[in-house]
């Protein structure tokens, strides 16, 4: 997923493998590498240069004393390690501090999310996951086909609605801002508490749209306004969210398409640009692929260390504590079948490719 930006990475803590003291000389070397490998991923440039200045700021003339705790024994960091620390920390802060929680209404008001974004980057699907996130937490979404320009988005989303059990309200020749205020009626008749809004897009920004999502904004006061990036578009993504933000004042971000995208600099550059956090990161097209935005787990995966508490979230997410733990005693006491081992490949399987659950583990690395 960050191929291009782990490299720089490595290829700079390769650099100062060996070496004693983190000098001027040294550090911009290494700083060389990332440097690269950040305008490679498409990081924004100016965040680039921010980054760089932080990190040489902390590291230059640094004699590397630094000690660590690690069960009772006190060790040392080398130059090498305590590089790659410092850019551990700067691109978790660069990314962070983040807000994953919803806003949700107060009582018994009805708590509405407007998705808005460009054409392609996967809003529709995204709007999907989400009502099937706030299913697991025991609300009652409706789905809302505010995208009457494209009849195959109201197709995919009423798919997606059966898929979840979940009512998707649309009228034909119903402008979109009379549509999603006619959308609450319908909720508070039938009981939804939670309104999702299926926006329309464009191939490009433009105002006719901007007006349009002003519109519906004004009509239905949204609790959340989250707008869907595509990562693999790199900088035109960030232009995207600051334009976005510019208009509707957006409450944070849902990454898509992570899983194929080799650049990544979306993530890094998007909270550094606007000022609103990503909330969301989708993975794949199933709707149980969405994922809280944790920054310290994509700056491990970044540098190539894993990403063990995602992993873990991963597997709670399909495992079954009781059964779990019944399968290890049968391990343990050697009552291991050919059926354990299938149950045990099935598991893996549902938590996704296993290239995916590699690339969280830091040995595989």
Request: aromatic share 6%; charged share 30%.
């Amino acid at each position: 997923m960050f191929e291009t930006l782990t490299k720089g990475f490595k290829s700079a803590q390769s650099r100062l493998t060996g070496k004693t003291k983190l000098d001027a000389s040294n550090i911009k070397e290494a700083l060389r590498d990332v440097r690269l490998s950040l305008l490679e991923a498409d990081v924004e440039f100016h965040v680039v240069k921010r980054f760089l200045k932080r990190v040489e700021d902390k590291a230059v003339g640094e004699l590397v004393t630094t000690r660590l705790k690690h069960k009772g024994e006190k060790k040392q960091l080398s130059p090498a390690e305590h590089f790659i620390n410092i850019c551990h920390d700067e691109l978790e802060a660069l990314m962070g501090p983040v807000d994953t929680t919803l806003k949700m209404a107060k009582g018994q008001g009805i708590t509405t999310i407007m998705m808005v974004g460009l054409q392609g980057a996967g809003k529709t699907t995204t709007t999907g996951k989400i009502a099937r996130k706030l299913l697991d937490e025991g609300h009652r979404p409706m789905l809302v086909a505010a995208d009457i320009y494209r009849p195959a988005a109201i197709d995919q989303l009423q798919v997606l609605g059966r898929q979840l059990d979940v009512p998707v309200f649309t009228v034909t020749g119903m402008s979109p801002p009379d549509l999603c205020a006619d959308a609450m009626r319908e909720a508070r008749f039938n009981k939804r508490d939670v309104v999702i809004f299926d926006t329309a897009g464009r191939l490009s920004i433009d105002e006719p749209l901007m007006q349009e999502l002003s519109n519906i904004k004004s009509r239905t006061q949204p609790d959340n306004i989250l707008l869907v990036l595509d990562a693999m578009t790199g900088q035109d993504a960030v232009r995207t969210a600051k334009a976005f933000d510019d208009r509707l004042d957006l409450s944070g971000f849902a990454l898509t398409k992570l899983d194929g995208d080799a650049r990544g600099g979306a993530a890094i550059s998007v909270k550094e640009v606007t000022g609103k956090p990503i909330k969301f990161l989708g993975f794949g097209e199933t709707l149980d692929k969405l994922e809280e935005f944790r920054p310290e787990g994509l700056a491990q995966r970044i540098l190539g260390m894993g990403d063990i508490v995602g992993l873990v979230k991963d597997f709670e997410k399909v495992v079954d504590e009781a059964k779990a733990e019944e399968d290890a005693k049968k391990i343990l006491s050697g009552d291991f079948t050919m059926v354990t081992f299938l149950e045990q490949i099935r598991t893996i399987k549902k938590m996704g490719s296993v290239k995916d659950v590699f690339e969280k583990m830091p040995i595989f690395n």
